[in-house]
């Protein structure tokens, strides 16, 4: 099906209950969230859920996490009791960028779950999101809205540049504050495992969990559950992406050729820190993201920069300097990592 896709402004409460509607008649809309924008629908229609991936490229084996509005849907989509843990998390950090891992009932088919017996929960904290969710009374599959493997999108229009004529709508909520995604964290067992760094910080999850708390992507000592979104190159231009330390981009810096023309052949995104080095004749175009130690305003705007440089036609190779994997920095170089990575597995991109 080729659609005139619409973008709609979310105070549009018309254009709102359309994309409820849509969602109840089982096709897929995009919207926003706090961490980037989602590509939605009915969590319990398999044929709902299959146009997700189709629209994306999205690679079968990759489950989706299931955004929720209420407690009752909650316990729509999970079996068992809620554990004290879960309690504690969800009191503390929901609604908010946090995705928790359970049990599944029969409610979310394996289309969902990509074949999983657990299941990928989070409450969003957009309050646009929410409304959807509300408006079609229902929990909403929902991935990122972009080209499996791409940036995700952070603002409607990256949506629309993915996946125009591939989706009927995409509500317009602005920029996503956070912008980069959840923390997906398994608690299922004896000690809570993160199997993606995300917009909670492990030092908001030790508040509340203590130190027993494990890194899925660092430790080797654990039993590793499945998390089968880790293993793909993610969050990626077209173009390559390397990524340096703070000496090496100095050096970079500072062996810059000067071009009056300013050719721009090499984009360079730098700390604040490292921009005294900068020549004013030098041939790089130079990007500022503000701050090593304030990893949340680069989150905010990575995505998109990394969109605008991919589109930009001057630019050939993209440079970016690491940051302190503190806080923040945790999950925004967790990200930068896989968009550095050379090669797209055979199977297709991630998400
Ligand atoms: P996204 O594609 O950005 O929505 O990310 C979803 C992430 O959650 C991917 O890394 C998935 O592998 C992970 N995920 C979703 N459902 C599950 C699940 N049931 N068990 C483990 N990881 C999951
Ligand atoms: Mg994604």
Request: proline share 7%.
């Amino acid at each position: 099906m080729i659609w005139e896709t619409e973008i709609v402004k979310h105070a549009n409460k018309k254009m709102m209950q359309k994309a409820a509607d849509l969602i109840k008649a089982g096709e897929i809309v995009a919207f926003p969230t706090e961490t980037v924008y989602g590509l939605g629908a009915d969590a319990s229609n398999a044929i709902a859920v299959e146009k997700i991936f189709k629209a994306k490229g999205r690679p079968q084996d990759n489950p989706l996490i299931v955004h929720i509005a209420d407690q009752e849907m909650l316990f729509d989509c999970i079996s068992g009791p809620l554990t004290k843990m879960a309690q504690k998390l969800i009191a503390k950090f929901w609604p908010g960028p946090l995705t928790l891992i359970f049990d599944k009932s029969n409610y979310i088919p394996e289309e969902t779950s990509a074949g999983l017996k657990t299941v990928a929960i989070r409450m969003p904290k957009h309050p646009v999101a929410l409304d959807l969710i509300k408006r079609a009374g229902l929990p909403l599959a929902a991935p990122s809205a972009n080209s499996s493997g791409y940036p995700s999108p952070t603002r409607a229009e990256h949506v629309y540049y993915d996946l125009e004529g591939k989706i009927p709508l995409i509500v317009d909520g602005g920029s996503s504050q956070v912008g980069i995604e959840s923390t997906v964290l398994d608690i299922r067992g004896e000690k809570p495992i993160i199997l993606r760094p995300g917009g909670i910080t492990s030092d908001d999850l030790r508040e509340v969990l203590g130190e027993d708390l494990v890194h899925y992507e660092k430790s080797t000592d654990i039993e590793k559950p499945v998390s089968p979104g880790m293993k793909y190159r993610h969050y990626a231009p077209h173009k390559a992406v390397s990524l340096l330390s703070t000496e090496e981009i100095q050096a970079l810096i500072n062996n810059c050729p000067a071009d009056p023309e300013k050719k721009f052949r090499k984009a360079i995104i730098i700390s604040k820190e490292t921009d005294f080095l900068v020549r004013p004749d030098c041939q790089f175009k130079i990007i500022r993201y503000g701050s090593r130690n304030n990893p949340a305003k680069l989150a905010r705007k990575l995505f998109s920069l990394l969109r605008s440089l991919d589109q930009d036609r001057s630019v050939k190779q993209i440079y970016i300097e690491k940051i302190p994997e503190k806080g923040l920095g945790e999950a925004v170089m967790n990200r930068l990592q896989k968009a550095a990575l050379q090669e797209r597995p055979i199977s297709g991109g991630g998400d």
